[in-house]
T-cell receptor, first 109, second 112 residues
Framework: RKEVEQDPGPFNVPEGATVAFNCTYSNSASQSFFWYRQDCRKEPKLLMSVYSSGNEDGRFTAQLNRASQYISLLIRDSKLSDSATYLCVVNGQGNDMRFGAGTRLTVKP | DAGVTQSPTHLIKTRGQQVTLRCSPKSGHDTVSWYQQALGQGPQFIFQYYEEEERQRGNFPDRFSGHQFPNYSSELNVNALLLGDSALYLC???????????FGPGTRLLVL
């Protein structure tokens, strides 16, 4: 079993749609969780950290379920500019970060 | 505010050669982590440097080595290159080994 698993997609949605991505992780001792965004042939960029209480940043909402070892990202009112690959990231043993393979999102006009 | 920089941007090598990649962390950061990202995969952790020492290492062979300089910049060295080493090599910086990391644009390595 991979340490961090994501549905690879692709998710193809129209502008204005709401889309949700899920991620599961295997290390129950993990304490830090993030979502990164990666555009084609670019570096990953931090989208948001994920806190136990859940957190929201504009159109983006992240949630964590420690009991199920599950992280989610919800994007509301999708924009064309949201098209990217979304990477789920969980800390491993210590400070090394374990990345999922990413979920690809395409938002269409 | 200078972000993370990496050089070179692209590199072509042949099997068996050696390569050195360079990274300068974001201004104010003192920790550098290196990752390998193969096509269609997420980044894989290679190692992390802090206070000029390798602090943590992922599942990579000894052919992968590194160094951190007093100014916090870092190098990644790969010896005896294999075709499978072709990938995007990403450097990420953080402050005092905190988990929030910021990535550089990467170096694309092609091994022929």
């Amino acid at each position: 079993r991979k340490e961090v698993e994501q549905d690879p997609g692709p998710f193809n949605v129209p502008e204005g749609a709401t889309v949700a991505f899920n991620c599961t992780y295997s290390n129950s001792a993990s304490q830090s969780f993030f979502w990164y965004r990666q555009d084609c042939r670019k570096e990953p960029k931090l989208l948001m950290s994920v806190y136990s209480s859940g957190n929201e940043d504009g159109r983006f909402t992240a949630q964590l379920n420690r009991a199920s070892q599950y992280i989610s990202l919800l994007i509301r009112d999708s924009k064309l500019s949201d098209s990217a690959t979304y990477l789920c990231v969980v800390n491993g043993q210590g400070n090394d970060m374990r990345f999922g393979a990413g979920t690809r999102l395409t938002v269409k006009p | 505010d200078a972000g993370v920089t990496q050089s070179p941007t692209h590199l072509i090598k042949t099997r068996g050669q050696q390569v050195t990649l360079r990274c300068s962390p974001k201004s104010g950061h003192d920790t550098v982590s290196w990752y390998q990202q193969a096509l269609g995969q997420g980044p894989q952790f290679i190692f992390q440097y802090y206070e000029e020492e390798e602090r943590q290492r992922g599942n990579f062979p000894d052919r992968f080595s590194g160094h951190q300089f007093p100014n916090y910049s870092s190098e990644l060295n790969v010896n005896a290159l294999l075709l499978g080493d072709s990938a995007l090599y990403l450097c990420a910086s953080s402050l005092r080994r905190q988990e929030t990391q910021y990535f550089g644009p990467g170096t694309r390595l092609l091994v022929l």
